[in-house]
């Protein structure tokens, strides 16, 4: 009898071979009175409309973990998400290279602290940020390390949803012949948009084998940029999940990345209605929970037998400012804050400039990163505001049927546009830190390692199972 019951709970224990999926969330709100990220002037947060989170996401196979996490903040520097890693990696033994963690690119959410700083934050602002910058690594670590404490059979429901009502690429070719940004409402010099628009609505839904949801990932290109206002909050997404919960049940975890959104925002420059509100918040959530809803009811379960991980950091070359550059940059950067600002894209040149001088010449990392649920699946992850084409080539050309790209993960390497966009100038183009041709290379190492990994996952499905 007790050898029964005992081979019975060996094999139980050695049933591996089924996906395992725990998800949790961490409330990262930071206090009323601590400075605002999202814009180049200084704002400081009354109070919260509704609670930011870290979201996370860990998916167990045969052994093999990984596990996905994002932030409701603006971006997240490399150093605080390798720092998470590394807690990660040891608390729960979830390699760092197994994990993804990026930003959801919020801008109703707090300044985090990086040298120098475009805001010139001064005592009290400067320690809250500090206390607050300092203390996330863990915050991000323990949604994850909760996330996998919470491990339980699993399986996967996923397909792609289609919407094209909601996003409108910001760049516009005008009629003078130049490159307008956000050139505003009913602006009659507007020719056409400069770009495309990604429609693709990918998610991700994670139930118990008995349908019971676990957690749901939505993913879509469009910047979340639309609450405005001095309240915390975590702009569409946060509707987005309250629907998915009140159809799917309380316990649910929401998780929502942003695709590659680079040029991407919801402004409609056709219609005169005003779009900065909770209103547009919750109306452009609801249209995604609507969207993510119906490909829920018709999405197919996913076989998934493996997880496979790829990770590359590629170096990248700094632009060259001369010193005249770089003291106009701190006399710039001097006026943020007081009664005369400097105008808009000096501000946001001398922000770059600043940033650039103050790395001596050191390039900057840039990890592009895929996990792959078999040959099915695969979240790719780029470590800035990829431009969205990139993110329309990365799909057309990956292997796999289902390919999710996730910006402002591992890094945060501000605008990457793609090359033809520079000679076009405008807003991302002033902003980027980044010579032309990164974001080539970025998107063809992500299409390296999708196309490596499918390959792998195709030569395991192959092979004989070990015994
Ligand atoms: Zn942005």
């Known amino acids: 009898m007790w050898l029964i019951l005992l081979l019975l709970l060996m094999t139980g224990t050695a049933s591996a071979s089924t996906l395992q999926a725990g998800a949790a969330q961490v409330n990262i709100t930071p206090p009323a009175g601590a400075p605002m990220a999202g814009y180049y002037v200084p704002r400081v947060a009354t109070g919260t409309h509704d609670a930011l989170h870290v979201k996370a996401l860990v998916f167990e196979k045969n052994g093999v973990k990984v596990a996905l996490a994002t932030c409701d903040l603006v971006w997240l520097p490399r150093n605080l998400s390798e720092e998470a890693r590394q807690i990660i990696q040891q608390k729960t033994g979830i390699p760092a290279d197994h994990i993804m963690i990026s930003a959801t690119h919020d801008h109703t959410g707090p300044v985090i602290m990086v040298h120098p700083s475009r805001y010139n934050l001064q ?113 569409y997404s946060y509707a987005l999940g309250k629907i998915l919960q009140m159809a799917k049940g309380d316990d649910l975890v ?134 969205t084409q990139f993110g329309l080539n990365v799909k057309q050309d990956s292997p796999f049927p289902l390919t999710i790209t996730e910006e402002l993960a591992n890094g945060a390497l501000g605008y990457i546009p793609n090359r033809q966009a520079y000679p076009e100038g405008a807003y991302e183009v002033v902003s980027t830190r980044l010579k032309p041709g990164a974001g080539e290379r970025l998107m063809n190492s992500a299409l390296d390692q999708l196309r490596a990994v499918f390959t792998a996952a195709r030569a395991e499905v192959a092979a004989p199972t070990p015994h």
């Open 123 to 235: 005592g009290e602002m400067l320690h809250i940020t500090e206390d607050y910058t300092n203390a996330l690594p863990g915050r991000i670590a323990q949604a994850v390390i909760l996330a996998n404490s919470h491990l339980q059979p699993a399986q996967i429901r996923s397909a792609i949803g289609r919407e094209t009502s909601l996003a409108f690429n910001r760049r516009y070719y005008m009629k003078d012949g130049s490159v307008g940004w956000n050139p505003g409402k009913l602006n009659p010099k507007v020719w056409r948009q400069a770009g495309p628009t990604d429609p693709s609505v990918p998610v991700v839904y994670v139930e118990t084998p008995d349908g019971k949801g676990i957690a749901s990932y939505v993913n879509f290109a469009m910047h979340q940029d639309t609450t405005g206002g001095l309240k915390w909050s975590a702009d």
């Open 254 to 387: 929401s998780i929502f990345t942003i695709g590659c959104a680079g040029d991407i925002n919801h402004l409609d420059t056709s219609r005169k209605d005003p779009q900065a509100s909770y209103e547009e918040a919750a109306r452009i959530g609801a249209v995604l929970a609507g969207d993510a809803l119906k490909v829920i009811q018709r999405a197919p379960i996913i076989p998934v037998s493996q997880i496979l991980v790829s990770s590359r950091v590629l170096k990248l070359d700094l632009p060259h400012f001369t010193p005249q550059e770089v003291a106009w940059a701190y006399r710039t950067q001097a006026t943020v804050g007081t009664a005369n600002p400097a105008p808009f894209l000096d501000l946001v040149r001398a922000a770059k400039i600043l940033e650039i001088d103050s790395r001596h010449g050191k390039r900057f990392d840039a990890e592009v990163q895929v996990i792959a649920l078999s040959d099915q699946l695969a979240f790719v992850g780029f470590p800035g505001e990829m431009f």
